[in-house]
């Protein structure tokens, strides 16, 4: 029990560092503009 707890806190940690260094590079804005052209594109607005 106590190694899959220590996994999953360190699976954890290692995402959230992960999305932290992406979101210090900028790539945040890049995905937030994609998602945004494709559902002005699925709506039709696009």
């Known amino acids: ?3 899959q707890a220590f996994l999953t806190a360190g699976l ?3 995402a959230l560092a992960l999305v932290v260094i992406g ?3 900028g ?3 890049v995905v937030w ?3 945004v052209n494709i ?3 699925c709506i ?3």
Request: hydrophobic fraction near 35%.
């Open 1 to 3: 029990m106590k190694k």
């Open 12 to 14: 954890t940690l290692l």
């Open 23 to 25: 979101s210090l590079r």
């Open 27 to 29: 790539e945040d804005t």
């Open 33 to 35: 503009r994609k998602a």
């Open 39 to 41: 559902c002005m594109e």
């Open 44 to 46: 039709g607005l696009g």
